[in-house]
């Protein structure tokens, strides 16, 4: 990435266009689920288990980002924007509505 990027509509989009691949999406959704879980049995049952949720929710997409697409995870630069996206993205992926956002960042 050269430019900065100063709006999260920027970032939004950017993000996508780095996310592209379904296969890699779903290992970042494996990641969310996870550090949902642990967040929800730290909550209720152990919160030792909440030390779990960066590993869990970070390992499966730097694995992708670093082994697989060889790039560098936006979480490096933009912490905040990247998880808000991540859970965004597996929001509108499971509720049905990734695709004209994906359609609008030129991911056909």
Known sequence: MA???TTYSAFWSYYLKEHRKPAFRALHYL???GAL???I???TFEPGLLFFIPL???SFAWIE???IE???PATLTYPLWSLVSDFRTFGLWITGRLGPHL???GIT
């Open 3 to 5: 430019k900065s990027l």
């Open 31 to 33: 990641g969310a689920v």
């Open 37 to 39: 879980a642990y967040l």
């Open 41 to 43: 049995l730290g909550v």
């Open 56 to 58: 869990a929710g970070y």
């Open 65 to 67: 980002h670093f082994f």
């Open 70 to 72: 060889k790039n560098r």
């Open 103 to 105: 359609k609008k960042a």
